[in-house]
């Protein structure tokens, strides 16, 4: 998969995936803000600005307008927020990129934020905090980062709550978005049937106005935890839901590759261990996985489930007892295992680069969060270069006891037999 990288005279990055025989392409622009850059004032405020790009703008005044002119090409429009940047896209056929490229860069470079608007998106916003604290399975995320990241912005929703969010103003919106929204804090990706020369005269027409600053930067992450940590968040439900986990490494660093080799083996797939050991022979859970989550200048690998609230302590046991064997050398990772993994992982990229929006996500996360771009073909190579030495090495460095972390939702008001748990006393 060959990619292009250009700049433009305001210092905007481009980078430009062509697949010739692709009828589709995806335009997105990223900002290399989230979260995590918010003052707890405007705790929100990058997700409720991914609302209102759609409300109108100058040259199309009125969220119909908007939302016709999206459905009058077939195109198909979304934003995405998270703690570290925030992205907005337009997936079309390719004869229709120079309109995809308008209506996108209209919509991020110009919104009106009227206030009425922006006081009727408020409601629609607090509803949704309340449809994840009502769904458990994905609100678990939420309660277990407050955990991790205690006393920290990362451990923040990025959401915001419903006062930051009531409180907002339309001044707010301008001072954020005079802070983040430039050019040098801000990447274009496009990737299907489309070619270099074409999207650079498209990102020069419609985004070459972006001013050059220096944006604001977050408060960097000091882990500080010495003892393994529950919270529970009481809920009467049919089902308990956790999230149990460690801290582990930042965003990029060399043994990346053996750390995915490791949660596969762990939990990533219907033959992992935990799938194995927790849903087929023991009928404790329907959903169980292992995966990780990274950031700047931290990250975590951590087990969910969703199991009966009266089978809790067992699956726990189970899932720590797996944990630990495995990084312990007590329950030995096989080269079958080893191998079957990085099938698995090699697989699942493959498959999942066939759209053109994920290959903008695979180059865009890179480059913004890394300033450096590798193709798939390099990550390939990397994980198949990685060797048992180096699984277990990661297995050993995260997985301590003393850093171990536990979030439930789920019918407890009492937290002791899960600290019992956890420390094994």
Same mark, same amino acid.
């Given at each position: ?182 050019? @040098?804090?801000?990447? #274009?990706?496009?990737?299907? &049937? *489309? =070619?270099? $020369? ?8 419609? %985004? ?88 700047? @200048?931290?990250?975590? #690998?951590?087990?969910?489930? &969703? *199991? =009966?609230? $009266? ?8 899932? %720590? ?105």
């Amino acid at each position: 998969m060959i990619f292009e990288k250009a700049h433009l005279e305001n210092g905007l990055r481009v980078i430009t995936t062509p697949l010739p025989n692709m009828e589709s392409a995806t335009v997105t622009i990223w900002v290399n803000t989230g979260s995590r850059y918010e003052s707890p004032k405007v705790a929100g405020i990058s997700h409720f600005l991914e609302h209102m790009v759609a409300k109108g703008t100058t040259k199309r005044p009125t969220a119909k307008i908007i939302a016709e002119t999206i459905d009058a090409f077939g195109g198909e429009f979304n934003a995405g927020t998270t703690k570290d940047w925030t992205n907005f896209y337009i997936k079309t056929r390719k004869a229709k990129l120079s309109l995809a490229f308008d209506l996108i860069s209209d919509m991020v470079l110009d919104p009106l934020l009227k206030d009425e608007d922006i006081e009727r998106e408020k409601g629609v916003i607090v509803e949704e905090i309340g449809m994840y604290e009502d769904t458990p399975m994905m609100h678990i995320d939420d309660v277990f980062e407050r955990l991790i990241f205690k006393g920290h912005n990362l451990g923040c929703d990025i959401i915001g709550t419903r006062k930051s969010v009531k409180d907002m103003t339309r001044n707010d919106f301008l001072r954020y978005r005079k802070a983040y929204y430039c050019s @040098d804090n801000i990447l #274009v990706t496009v990737s299907g &049937g *489309v =070619d270099a $020369k074409t999207v650079n005269k498209l990102a020069q027409k419609h %985004l070459s106005s972006l001013p050059k600053l220096h944006p604001s930067v977050y408060k960097k992450f000091v882990p500080t935890q010495k003892k393994p940590r529950v919270l529970l968040e009481d809920k009467k439900a049919e089902q308990a839901h956790f999230m149990l986990g460690f801290l582990g490494r930042k965003r990029g660093e060399k043994d990346r590759f053996a750390e995915a080799v490791l949660t596969t083996i762990l939990g990533g797939g219907m033959s992992s261990r935990l799938f194995s050991e927790v849903r087929e022979k023991r009928g404790l859970a329907y959903s169980i996985r292992t995966s990780s989550d990274h950031y700047d @200048d931290t990250g975590y #690998v951590e087990t969910y489930a &969703g *199991v =009966d609230p $009266k089978r809790i302590d067992e699956a726990l046991k189970v899932i %720590l007892d797996q944990t630990y064997g495995l990084s312990s050398g007590e329950y030995k990772i096989t080269s079958t295992e080893i191998n079957k993994a990085k099938e698995y992982l090699k697989g699942h990229i493959a498959l999942s680069l066939e759209d053109t929006k994920v290959i903008n996500h695979f180059f865009g996360i890179r480059e913004l969060k890394l300033g450096k771009l590798e193709t798939p073909q390099d990550v390939y190579e990397g994980i198949d270069k990685v060797s048992y030495d180096e699984i277990l090495a990661v297995a050993q460095s995260i997985f301590n006891p003393e850093k171990l972390n536990l979030a439930i939702i789920g019918p407890y008001k009492d937290d002791s037999k899960f600290k019992k748990i956890i420390t094994g006393k």
